[in-house]
């Protein structure tokens, strides 16, 4: 079973960088075949996809957020990591990883998600 | 369009039927996924690929797809049904898995 578990800073303070590392056990990130994902809740609100990385490096973005946001992978620490740039209370949010699988062209679904850090924006 | 629109807000008897849908035009071309979230959990897929159930997901959970509309179904729904439901798909434009639609909140009467 896959699992994932978000760490990092809770509290960031305005224009700084958000930085978050998602560490993956129980399944190998360099094996290829998935898309690693963070997605983010604002209180009270729905999921917002930011973006995902595959194991070679390759990362795609949300395009409301791809002038600040960068994932990377380190495969030999199984470990992916967020750097969200020049935030703002609007970053307030619940972050999640997330391991995705795309079927073909047409398919994909977010299969396992970590617990979710709270990362508050604040000075 | 690059939204999925959902029902703020869906409920049922204990026991009945409900139907979630998600609308949006990404959807006559790249099929749905379903996340349920209790409160203060993090997300779990329960339907992908229209009408798959990941392993451990009730049969009770089913999903149908029809022109630009995705819909989740929960047969015979119990107490523990009641949380907010999600729906996802590759976007028309980049082909990207980012659209989530709002979200429903489902309330078990």
């Known amino acids: 079973q896959v699992q994932l578990q978000e760490s990092g800073p809770g509290l960031v303070k305005p224009s700084q960088t958000l930085s978050l590392i998602c560490t993956v056990s129980?399944?190998?990130?360099?094996?290829?075949?998935?898309?690693w994902s963070w997605i983010r809740q604002h209180p009270g609100k729905g999921l917002e996809w930011i973006g995902y990385?595959?194991?070679?490096?390759?990362?795609y973005y949300s395009p409301s957020l791809s002038s600040r946001v960068s994932i990377s992978v380190d495969t030999s620490k199984n470990q992916f990591s967020l750097k969200l740039d020049s935030v703002t209370a609007a970053d307030t949010a619940v972050y999640y990883c997330a391991r995705a699988e795309l079927y073909g062209d047409y398919e994909g679904a977010f299969d396992f998600w970590g617990q979710g850090t709270l990362v508050t924006v604040s000075s | 369009s690059s939204e999925l629109t959902q029902d703020p807000a869906v409920s049922v008897a204990l026991g009945q039927t409900v139907r979630i849908t998600c609308q949006g035009d990404s959807l006559r071309s790249y099929s749905a996924s379903w996340y349920q979230q209790r409160p203060g959990q993090a997300p779990v897929l329960v339907i992908y690929?229209?009408?798959k159930r990941p392993s451990g997901i009730p049969d009770r959970f089913s999903g149908s797809s029809s022109r630009d509309t995705a819909s989740l179904t929960i047969t015979g729904a119990q107490a523990e049904d009641e949380a907010d439901y999600y729906c996802n798909s590759r976007d028309n434009v980049k082909n990207l898995l980012g659209m989530f639609g709002g979200g429903t909140k489902l309330t078990v009467l």
């Open positions: 129980g399944g190998s990130i360099g094996y290829g075949g998935y898309y």
């Open positions: 990385i595959d194991h070679r490096g390759a990362a």
């Open positions: 690929s229209k009408n």
